[in-house]
């Protein structure tokens, strides 16, 4: 099964409301979770990440969220943009002890803004 | 800002020919990685490489598929005998620490036919 999943495939929100995208994952081993954009024809681009041991953390104008307990993730968009229209994707890593893990990644969310 | 480059932009093949995908990772990282996202799916971890070996591969990566560091600042994914279902844009990233944000390159479309 889905080792990283999102709930939603499609939300839209209007422009200048708070968006939350949110995210389940099923490793509890994971220790690394990141949110990436990705735009039409475009590679994935680095929004926030956060790490096992903190349950937030902030950037600008988005925010982070992980429960641990119950194995989700959430990105908040505050004051939602146009140029913030694209599929959000979250990703884990789970360390396998090697030099470099890569990410397991789930399906994405696309995000519309409406004006 | 550095970036990831990869080229070329769009590859068309011939079912059972080999291509190679070219990256030039960001200079001063020393990790480097391999993805493909068919066509409306997710994105799929290929292989990892790190102080010139594969660090980590998933069961995608089967021996059709090879990686290269052929210099310092070229890395490479070579596909021997492409099949249709390779098909995808390939994706390649690297991060300066082994945990840490991977930076990721605009595609390459692979198109077999």
């Known amino acids: 099964g889905e080792s990283v999943g999102l709930h939603l495939p499609t939300l839209s929100v209007q422009e200048g409301d708070n968006s939350i995208i949110n995210c389940a994952y099923s490793n509890s081993a994971s220790d690394y979770f990141i949110w990436y954009k990705q735009e039409s024809g475009k590679g994935p681009q680095f929004i926030i990440d956060?790490?096992?041991?903190?349950d937030k953390r902030q950037g600008q104008r988005v925010t982070v969220l992980l429960n641990k307990t119950v194995k989700h993730l959430s990105l908040q968009i505050a004051a939602t943009q146009p140029g913030d229209s694209a599929v959000y994707f979250c990703a884990e890593r789970t360390w396998a002890g090697g030099g470099a893990d890569g990410l397991t990644f789930g399906k994405g969310t696309h995000l519309i803004i409406q004006p | 800002e550095p970036e990831v480059t990869q080229t070329p932009s769009h590859q068309v093949t011939q079912m059972g020919q080999e291509v190679i995908l070219r990256c030039v990772p960001i200079s001063n990282h020393l990790y480097f990685y391999w993805y493909r996202q068919i066509l409306g799916q997710k994105v799929e971890f290929l292989v990892s490489?790190?102080?010139?070996?594969?660090?980590?591969k998933s069961e995608i990566f089967d021996d059709q598929f090879s990686v290269e560091r052929p210099d310092g600042s070229n890395f490479t994914l070579k596909i021997r005998s492409t099949k249709l279902e390779d098909s995808a844009m390939y994706f390649c990233?690297?991060?300066?620490?082994?945990?840490?944000?991977?930076?990721f390159g605009p595609g390459t479309r692979l198109t077999v036919t």
């Open positions: 490489f790190y102080n010139n070996e594969i660090s980590e």
């Open positions: 990233a690297s991060s300066g620490q082994g945990l840490g944000e991977q930076y």
């Open positions: 956060i790490r096992s041991n903190m």
